[in-house]
């Protein structure tokens, strides 16, 4: 069965540096989305791509994050410079039709 | 704007015993709806969908009817297994919101006791 795949499952860093997150979207599926999930909360959306183009970005803070989509399957997020409130489980996940399907998650600690 | 309310956890069970968790949403359009559910340290999987009214979803054991007279989605099982325990999220995707974004709930960590 097919999946989302995402890279690095862990990240621990320290403030003020970069950080890269990488998404691999099931094949065939145009729409890709990048949620960030608290500890104990639902998932947030940050930016959501239809093939290249961002679709929505209204709640990814553009200061200091960046996505990109640039050949219109995979993804990658960035942050730079990183802040302790960052800490948080990133995930990616597409979508075939209405049904979003997620993957695994990326733990990012900033200490 | 849309917004999902689920029960607040944990709720704790004992095996074999009935569970449901209560979701109610507010949605300008006419959503489908999901549960999606999480085990420690994994991503979100989806457990059962519903995309219109009188629909019910269905897999692994539980079940969720789409109700709009009451804007609800229950997640229902008669028989929790401790295999069972993870954080349940429901959630809707509103397509009259640009770009079919999910809302979720705040989760409901479930525990079940052997």
């Known amino acids: 069965e097919a999946e989302v795949a995402q890279s690095p499952r862990y990240k621990i860093t320290e403030k003020s540096q970069a950080v890269a997150f990488w998404c691999d979207p099931i094949?065939?599926?145009?729409?890709l989305y990048w949620y960030r999930q608290i500890l104990g909360q639902g998932p947030e959306l940050l930016v959501q791509?239809?093939?290249?183009?961002?679709?929505?970005d209204s709640q990814l803070p553009k200061d200091r994050f960046s996505a990109e989509r640039l050949k219109g399957v995979d993804s990658t997020l960035k942050i730079q410079p990183a802040e302790l409130g960052d800490s948080a489980m990133y995930l990616c996940?597409?979508?075939?039709?209405?049904?979003?399907?997620f993957g695994p998650g990326t733990r990012l600690l900033v200490l | 704007g849309d917004s999902v309310t689920q029960m607040e956890g944990p709720v704790t069970l004992s095996e074999e015993a009935c569970l449901t968790i209560?979701?109610?949403?507010?949605?300008?359009?006419?959503?489908?709806l999901f549960w999606y559910v999480q085990y420690p340290g994994e991503g979100l999987q989806l457990l059962l969908k519903?995309?219109?009214?009188?629909d019910k979803g269905s897999n692994k054991g539980f079940e969720a009817t789409y109700r709009k007279e009451t804007t609800s989605f229950h997640l229902e099982k008669g028989s929790v297994q401790v295999s069972d325990s993870a954080v349940y999220f429901c959630?809707?995707?509103?397509?009259?919101?640009?770009?079919?974004?999910?809302?979720f709930g705040g989760g409901t960590r479930l525990m079940v006791k052997p």
């Open positions: 791509f239809q093939d290249e183009s961002v679709v929505d």
């Open positions: 959630a809707l995707s509103d397509l009259d919101n640009a770009g079919n974004m999910l809302t």
């Open positions: 996940a597409s979508s075939f039709e209405e049904t979003q399907y």
């Open positions: 094949s065939g599926h145009a729409t």
């Open positions: 519903a995309t219109k009214a009188d």
């Open positions: 209560n979701c109610t949403y507010t949605a300008t359009g006419y959503p489908s």
